[in-house]
Every structure is written in C-alpha cells, then in structure tokens.
Nanobody
Framework: QVQLVESGGGLVQAGGSLSLSCAGS????????LGWFRQAPGKEREFVAA????????YYADSVKGRFTISRDNAKRTVTLQMNSLKPEDTAVYYC???????????????????WGQGTQVTVSS
C-alpha cells in the first residue's frame, strides 16, 4: 500500500514558477513509476509528466515539455514537479500517482495508476 500527499500548490502570475512535491509511504515506493496529472475545471484529467523508478527515464506531455521538470528522491520517498514559465492554461488541480508495475515504464494513462494523492491546486493568473 502506498499513500501519497502533495504540497506546494498556490497562486502565481504568468511567467512565474512553482515547485510541487509529493511525499510517499510504503516500502515499495522506490520501485514504482511515478506520474503527475492535472485536471482543470470542466476537463478530463490529463497526463503531465512521469519518471521511472530509478530516474532513468522521464516523460512529458507536449504542452509542458521544456517548462516542467520531474525528479524523485527515493531515499526521501518524494517526487517533485518543478514548473517554470507558467501559463494561465496550466491552472488545474495537480495529482501525483504511483504505478505498481515494479520497475516498469510509467504509463501516460491515468487508469493504469493504482495510487493517487488528494491533489493540490495551482492557479496561474494572467
């Protein structure tokens, strides 16, 4: 069992930066692929970024590539999403998620993740 808790959301002006953190529990955390998703009002939840268990691979949605960076620290059981050059369209609730396929490539589909955090709100003003 893995529990995930996000933090770091808030209000920022367009062009600014925010760093989201997700703290995980469970002894298998370091072997799971981890992802970030977001859901804007009236829209479906969408993939943002993912990272393999050993940080050997990172994956991004085209809309955030070059602006967002995902990283993890298995010793601290955390995954971070550094968001730069934020745009109003980045406004959403951001969720971290864990995929229990041990040492696999983290998926882009939210339905393939077993564990989810409660979400943190990110609002980007224009």
């Amino acid at each position: 069992q893995v529990q995930l808790v996000e933090s770091g959301g808030g209000l920022v002006q367009a062009g600014g930066s925010l760093s989201l953190s997700c703290a995980g529990s469970g002894r298998m955390f370091s072997l799971y692929g981890l992802g970030w998703f977001r859901q804007a009002p009236g829209k479906e939840r969408e993939f943002v970024a993912a990272i393999t268990w050993n940080s050997g691979g990172t994956y991004y949605a085209d809309s955030v590539k070059g602006r967002f960076t995902i990283s993890r620290d298995n010793a601290k059981r955390t995954v971070t999403l550094q968001m730069n050059s934020l745009k109003p369209e980045d406004t959403a609730v951001y969720y971290c998620a864990a995929d229990s396929s041990l040492m696999g490539v983290p998926p882009r589909r939210d339905g393939e993740y077993e564990y989810w955090g409660q979400g943190t709100q990110v609002t980007v003003s224009s």
